[in-house]
């Protein structure tokens, strides 16, 4: 059964401070994929990134970087000089090839940056 | 930008009462999802939907939910009596392809009172 965990629950930074969101998974498959959602106050769901098993390479986009290694099944991703807009609950997901795309959430991450 | 749609944004219903949630995905996707929130919980998933049939259901989605695709763009989630547990807020996803990203509505916030 695949799963995944997000062992922080509240990150409190100060804007400009890089902050880490950590997230573990776990699954039978060789083929899966990753994924990080954004969910603002105002409640919706906001893609950020996908990645499949077989794609290790590390991912930066602007200020927002993903870093995955798969020998220790984890998916952290890294905002840098973080913003008062980047507050908002971040999703770490799992889904696996034979699951029909199904995702499997995380518990989330509350992130609050602070001026 | 293509985007799902789901309406209302927020519905408060009387215990017992039915409820119809109304999701229009992006219209040349194939794969349509609902999932469920509840408050500052994370994101569960109930349904997929592939081919007018349900292709996947979690536990939580019991003999009182059902969906339909009733017309080719409206997606539907029915509860049919619902439940003070039921109070949470319904997203509804969308995928042009297997292992593609999800695109999800904003959600419907059912309040059950």
């Known amino acids: 059964a695949q799963k995944v965990t997000q062992a922080q629950t509240e990150i409190s930074v100060v804007e400009k401070e890089d902050v880490t969101l950590d997230c573990v998974y776990e699954?039978?498959?060789?083929?899966?994929?990753l994924f990080w959602y954004k969910q603002p106050p105002s409640g919706e769901l906001v893609f950020l990134i996908r990645?499949?098993?077989?794609?290790?390479q590390n991912e930066i986009s602007g200020r927002y970087s993903w870093n995955f290694q798969k020998s220790t099944s984890s998916f952290n991703f890294t905002i840098t000089a973080s913003q008062v807009v980047d507050s908002a609950v971040y999703f770490c997901?799992?889904?696996?090839?034979?699951?029909?795309?199904?995702?499997?959430f995380g518990g989330g991450t509350r992130l609050m940056v602070k001026p | 930008e293509p985007e799902v749609t789901q309406t209302p944004s927020h519905q408060v219903t009387q215990m017992g009462q039915e409820v119809i949630l109304r999701c229009v995905p992006i219209?040349?996707?194939?794969?349509f999802y609902w999932y469920r929130q509840i408050l500052g919980q994370k994101v569960e998933f109930l349904v997929s939907?592939?081919?007018?049939?349900?292709?996947?259901k979690s536990e939580i989605f019991d003999d009182q939910f059902s969906v339909e695709r009733p017309d080719g763009s409206n997606f539907t989630l029915k509860i049919r009596s619902t439940k003070l547990e039921d109070s949470a807020m319904y997203f509804c996803?969308?995928?042009?392809?297997?292992?593609?990203?999800?695109?999800f509505g904003q959600g419907t916030r059912l309040t059950v009172v």
């Open positions: 219209s040349n996707h194939l794969y």
């Open positions: 990645r499949n098993s077989f794609d290790e």
């Open positions: 699954t039978r498959d060789t083929t899966y994929y």
């Open positions: 996803a969308s995928l042009d392809g297997m292992n593609t990203e999800a695109f």
């Open positions: 939907f592939y081919n007018n049939e349900i292709s996947e």
């Open positions: 997901a799992l889904s696996e090839n034979n699951a029909g795309n199904m995702l499997t």
